[in-house]
């Protein structure tokens, strides 16, 4: 887009906010400000996390409920009486997501189901006009990213990967300083999800977590659907709490891209042992055969030339991390050993400095102003941000700071790491979901230093 077709969509886009923006006020409630009229689908963990996010907030206006199972349904009605967040309709049925993206009176979706519904209820809600937020990941296969891309550039809908930990404290601060040229030209970086699973994998069928070894259909939560996908697939099936941040840093998909990339996995053993562990040696569920390696590596080459190493392990026994290092021609900074180590600031050659320290000098304008009420909320407070981003996009009609073109590079590192293992560690191409729009796209993720709300 050239200077006068960007100046021509702007306005039309002001023009539509306006527009739109009366259309909340009469539709929504008395109060002067307008709010974004919200459908929630899939209130497990996650989904009721995000509700009571937006309900606290008190720029949304529930519309829709949408769950498959009644525990979550009545967890939801709870959180709405207690806040006294007005009455939504309530949905029970599989597909009822179809119903409620036509509807009306609802501005934006936000997905927070099991993976294999990600894309289905994204597409429908797309197809209906609806602003979408999609938990991660937006899709399992190669194809099904491609789809949704081809859909959201078709039907110019917005899209928006809920990719909460982007708005992490530390990262947020490190990508002010990788901005500022701090860590001077990034070479190397590390990510990963690190996270001993292994009690949310299993459970009793009545415990979310912590009790029993059953999965599938005599489990319930992510153990119900995210454990069977141990069982038929190996690579990094959680990809983007580590590559989304990392790429803004790296400005993916906007001025750099994904190149391609190789994987290799561990043996298969941390989930066997707990079953025999935790349910004995007879257990049936002894005999699962799980597929997926314990410890999957993915090597990621950049255009740019960079290369992340990424790391998958959720079935060992470990304390939580994802792992960051970032690693410059200046300097590093490494999540682990909490340290930066800048080589013309640093007091002491080779000698990590607390990383605190540069962290509250690089705070990030969105922590500095919403910090104190970020952190009594989920997830550290990155929660906190997800939210207000999501809404303040919907009202005010501005394009989502992590769009679908984000969504699909870092969804994709999933199946293509699984077909890199398959190849016997055969190095993959990473395909180019912006057919060449990542040359011209500028940077927008934590460009702002305030909301518009
Ligand atoms: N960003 C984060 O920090 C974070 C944290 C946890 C989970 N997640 C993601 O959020 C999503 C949900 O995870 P979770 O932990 O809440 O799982 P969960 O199992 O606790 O909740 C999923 C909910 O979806 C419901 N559901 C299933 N099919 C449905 C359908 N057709 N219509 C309506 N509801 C349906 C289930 O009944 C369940 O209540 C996953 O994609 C997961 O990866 C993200």
Same mark, same amino acid.
């Given at each position: 887009m050239n200077r006068g077709e960007f100046i021509a969509h702007a306005t039309i886009i002001g023009a539509g906010a306006a527009v739109f923006k009366d259309k909340m006020i009469l539709a929504g409630t008395k109060k002067q400000s307008p709010k974004a009229r919200l459908a929630f689908i899939g209130l497990g963990m996650r989904g009721s996390g995000l509700l009571k996010e937006a309900v606290s907030q008190g720029h949304s206006e529930i519309v829709a409920i949408s769950d498959i199972n009644e525990i979550a349904i009545n967890n939801a009605k709870q959180i709405i009486k207690d806040t006294g967040s007005g009455s939504p309709d309530y949905y029970l049925k599989e597909n009822d997501f179809e119903t409620i993206v036509t509807r009306d009176d609802v501005d934006a979706v936000i997905i927070a189901t099991p993976w294999e519904w990600h894309l289905p209820m994204s597409l429908a809600s797309l197809k209906a006009g609806k602003h979408t937020g999609c938990e991660v990941i937006a899709g399992l296969t190669v194809p099904e990213i491609w789809e949704l891309v081809n859909l959201q550039e078709k039907t110019k809908t917005p899209y928006m990967m809920m990719e909460n930990v982007c708005y992490r404290r530390d990262v947020m601060a490190v990508l002010n300083m990788a901005r500022k040229n701090l860590f001077g030209n990034i070479t190397y970086m590390e990510c990963g999800y690190q996270h001993d699973l292994r009690e949310v994998l299993f459970n009793d069928g009545q415990h979310m977590t912590g009790h029993g070894v059953e999965f599938g259909e005599k489990g319930i939560n992510e153990a119900r659907w995210r454990t069977p996908h141990y069982v038929s697939h190996n690579g990094d099936m959680y990809p983007t709490h580590g590559a989304g941040p990392l790429s803004n840093i790296l400005n993916i998909t906007r001025g750099n891209q994904f190149a391609q990339l190789v994987s290799m996995a561990t043996?298969?053993?941390?989930?066997?042992?707990?079953?025999?562990?935790? +349910? +004995? !040696?007879?257990?049936? !569920?002894?005999?699962?055969?799980?597929?997926? +390696?314990?410890?999957?590596? $993915?090597?990621?080459?950049?255009?740019? +030339?960079?290369?992340?190493?990424? $790391?998958?392990?959720?079935?060992?026994?470990?304390?939580y991390s994802l792992g960051f290092r970032v690693q410059g021609s200046e300097g590093i900074w490494t999540e682990d050993a909490k340290g930066i180590y800048l080589q013309k600031h640093s007091p002491r050659a080779h000698e990590y400095e607390p990383a605190a320290k540069y962290f509250s000098e690089h705070d990030h304008p969105y922590w500095k102003k919403y910090g104190d009420k970020a952190e009594s909320s989920g997830h550290g407070g990155m929660d906190y941000f997800i939210i207000r981003e999501f809404v303040d996009c919907v009202i005010n009609r501005k394009p989502f700071l992590m769009d679908v073109y984000d969504a699909a590079m870092w969804s994709v590192l999933r199946p293509l790491s699984e077909k890199s293992i398959a190849k016997g560690s055969q190095p993959v191409l990473i395909p180019d979901f912006t057919r060449g729009k990542w040359k011209r796209r500028k940077p927008v993720f934590g460009m702002q230093n305030d909301f518009s709300l």
């Open positions: 043996p298969a053993i941390g989930l066997h042992q707990y079953i025999v562990e935790n +349910g +004995g !040696n007879s257990h049936p !569920n002894t005999k699962v055969k799980f597929k997926c +390696g314990d410890v999957v590596t $993915t090597l990621i080459k950049c255009v740019n +030339g960079e290369v992340i190493k990424m $790391t998958f392990d959720t079935s060992s026994p470990r304390p």
